[in-house]
T-cell receptor, first 112, second 114 residues
């Protein structure tokens, strides 16, 4: 059973602080890693993708990947109330083209 | 460029009925996937279609089926609805030129089975 595990939330973050989200995965064949943001009642929105070990920065978001440890993380710098959402970690299934395995999601609540 | 379009946005059905959901992918995207999202199980993969062929299937009963048309539009059908089928059904598309491609989701169809 391939699994994607995320921190259980909710994660409460003061406005302006850094939110740190973690994700581990079991499928060593996975090569593509994504972070989606999902607001309540809305569909998932892709915010970051990462394919190589190391860090990838995009605006206030930084994704970090360590394939040896089967670990991927997302940092949200200068957190804003609009960042309050559920963040889903998704990992491609190494055996099935086009299939993503999703974690349960971590709810982030940014408090003013 | 228009995003992934799903219709209808909301559906209310009763147990035993059948339902068909529709998805139009982003222009140029040839792969369409369907996911089910529930509070208890999260996002679960249903199936993926490419060039009118089902390429992958998740662990769902045969009541769940789908198809893809030559214009890449896809439909998903659920027969003999059960209460547990109440969920948000999400369609996603990608161009399918590489394995690491990003998947883009539609707004979803919220299905309620009474």
């Amino acid at each position: 059973q391939k699994e994607v595990e995320q921190n259980s939330g909710p994660l409460s973050v003061p406005e302006g602080a850094i939110a740190s989200l973690n994700c581990t995965y079991s499928d060593r064949g996975s090569q593509s890693f994504f972070w989606y943001r999902q607001y309540s009642g809305k569909s998932p929105e892709l915010i970051m993708s990462i394919y190589s070990n190391g860090d990838k920065e995009d605006g206030r978001f930084t994704a970090q990947l360590n394939k040896a440890s089967q670990y991927v993380s997302l940092l949200i710098r200068d957190s804003q109330p609009s960042d309050s959402a559920t963040y889903l970690c998704a990992v491609n299934d190494g055996d099935s083209w086009g299939k993503l395995q999703f974690g349960a999601g971590t709810q982030v609540v940014v408090t003013p | 460029k228009a995003g992934v379009t799903q219709t209808p946005r909301y559906l209310i059905k009763t147990r035993g009925q059948q339902v068909t959901l529709s998805c139009s992918p982003i222009s140029g995207h040839r792969s369409v996937s369907w996911y089910q999202q529930t509070p208890g199980q999260g996002l679960q993969f249903l199936f993926e279609y490419f060039s009118e062929t089902q390429r992958n299937k998740g662990n769902f009963p045969g009541r769940f089926s789908g198809r893809q048309f030559s214009n890449s539009r896809s439909e998903m059908n659920v027969s003999t609805l059960e209460l547990g089928d109440s969920a948000l059904y999400l369609c996603a598309s990608r161009t399918d030129r590489a394995t690491n491609e990003k998947l883009f989701f539609g707004s979803g169809t919220q299905l309620s089975v009474l």
